[in-house]
């Protein structure tokens, strides 16, 4: 039972039209009504659920702001609490000076994620559900938001839910052979329904994968001599005027990163100056931050300029080894080409294009999702936001299985495969939020902002 009162700013920090205090707990109608003064002398106490009113918040006398407070009694609200909301006017000061006078009056700065914890404690969302709230709050691109939404209405928790009904049923298979071996369930005949179940669980897999690209995005670094056309092609990319372009070789100087969305997948791209053993002290640091880049990326564009032979330099750049996806790109392709391409490169496609006139670009932006295992584009229907942890534990789930599969194709001992089958499916609980301790909770959630 919880029985203290949170309250938190829910409204990000800085000036706004408004600002949210919210409180949710067993004494947050009276702990603002104890603030709150109405030109019609309302006690909040005494007003209807889901009842929004005018208003100032006033303390030791003073008022701090106009505001409209919302009261919302449980069990209809987000957290199953009591919830009330001031509205006031936005700006750093007024919120706080209100978050202050409700922490005076008896109300605990939530921790992050808290209300959102609560609403889980409280039975009303699932951990799946809490978890899509983080991914909304966080999502750069449209898609990242229609997968997390698409989460939040319990995609993940329903698949989840088959599959450990799935494993009940032949687990209780299991157990008729286990205490009647006369009745002569076969073992091998499980193997096909388990072996369905280890599919189920490599599709949520590889479904979120591309989720995870979708979460965390993904860091191109452009990279080549000088005077390539990396500027040109970090433009080309973006579809616009970003960087600076030049007949001048070391143009650009610094490390120039732009955020775009590449196919629903946030993307950073990186322009970089040319690499080349460089006098100038500028053009060093520069030099310097190209290599910082290079360690940062998930993929690599090597750079070269095909309507020359190849430099020396270039040879610096196509010996990189950055251990990521690397995609060699022959540029100025709408000159006479005469760079030949070396056989023996560690790259894994080459993609010629003509930055400065878009040729070859849009097959460019589909191999670079090919190289990191996004394959064709993402669509809702292929994503799936897991973090870290679940992606583990499903990955635990899908061996326990495979072990399973095994065990009854090769006819095995019933009771050891129902303890397989037993350990698959305590981790499928677990992952679907039943068997949570309270470390696990807390770490989801302190991932939250406060005021969630
Ligand atoms: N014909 C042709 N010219 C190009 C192409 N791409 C770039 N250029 C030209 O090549 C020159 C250098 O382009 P940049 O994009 O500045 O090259 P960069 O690699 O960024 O050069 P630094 O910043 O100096 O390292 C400019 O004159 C561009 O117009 C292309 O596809 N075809
Ligand atoms: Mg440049």
């Not at 559900?129 to 229609?146: C, F, S």
């Not at 191109?220 to 007949?247: H, M, Y």
């Not at 100087?253 to 500028?282: C, F, K, N, Q, Y």
Request: contains cysteine.
């Amino acid at each position: 039972m919880i029985d203290d009162t949170i309250a938190a700013v829910s409204t990000p920090i800085g000036d706004g039209g408004i600002g949210i205090v919210r409180l949710s707990g067993p004494d947050a109608v009276s702990i603002v009504d104890s603030l709150f003064r109405s030109p019609k002398r309302i006690t909040l106490s005494n007003v209807e659920s889901h009842t929004i009113h005018y208003g100032s918040i006033h303390r030791q006398g003073r008022i701090i702001d106009e505001a409209l407070v919302s009261v919302m009694r449980a069990p209809r609200t987000y957290t199953r609490e009591d919830v009330v909301e001031i509205n006031c006017h936005g700006g750093v000061v007024a919120t706080r000076a209100i978050l202050d006078a409700v922490l005076a009056a008896g109300a605990r700065m939530a921790e992050r994620g808290e209300f959102t914890k609560r609403a889980f404690v409280n039975g009303r969302i699932s951990l799946d559900q809490a978890k899509a709230v983080m991914d909304i709050v966080r999502a750069r691109t449209a898609l990242g938001l229609e997968a997390a939404v698409d989460r939040l209405g319990g995609r993940f928790t329903q698949a989840l839910g088959g599959l450990r009904t799935k494993l009940a049923e032949i687990l209780a298979d299991l157990e008729v052979e286990i205490d009647y071996p006369d009745l002569d369930v076969s073992i091998e005949a499980l193997a096909p329904r388990i072996a369905a179940c280890a599919e189920d669980v490599a599709q949520l897999l590889s479904k979120s994968e591309s989720g995870r690209l979708i979460r965390e995005g993904l860091t191109v670094a452009i990279v080549g001599r000088p005077n390539v056309g990396k500027s040109t092609l970090l433009n080309a990319l973006l579809a616009e005027e970003r960087a600076i372009v030049t007949p001048i070789p070391g143009t650009t100087r610094d490390t120039i990163e732009e955020d775009a969305s590449l196919g629903g997948i946030p993307v950073r791209w990186i322009d970089t100056a040319g690499l080349r053993e460089a006098e100038h002290p500028i053009e060093a640091e520069g030099v310097r931050r190209t290599h910082a880049a290079i360690d940062r990326a998930d993929l690599l564009l090597l750079l070269v300029d095909a309507s020359e032979p190849k430099h020396a330099e270039d040879d610096v750049v196509l010996n990189l080894r950055a251990g990521v996806p690397t995609l060699l790109v022959p540029n100025k392709i709408d000159l006479p080409v005469v760079w030949e391409i070396p056989p023996d490169g560690d790259w894994s496609a080459v993609m010629p294009v003509s930055a400065k006139h878009g040729t070859g670009i849009e097959a460019l932006r589909n191999e670079i999702l090919a190289s990191v295992g996004a394959g064709t584009l993402p669509t809702r229907n292929s994503v799936l936001l897991l973090d870290t942890w679940e992606r583990d534990l499903l990955r635990r789930v899908g061996e326990r299985l495979a072990q399973a599969s095994q065990t009854a194709r090769e006819g095995g001992q019933a009771d050891m495969l129902a303890e397989e089958l037993r350990l698959a499916y305590q981790t499928a609980s677990e992952l679907q939020g039943i068997d949570i301790s309270e470390s696990i909770l807390d770490a989801v959630f302190s991932k939250f902002c406060v005021g969630k």
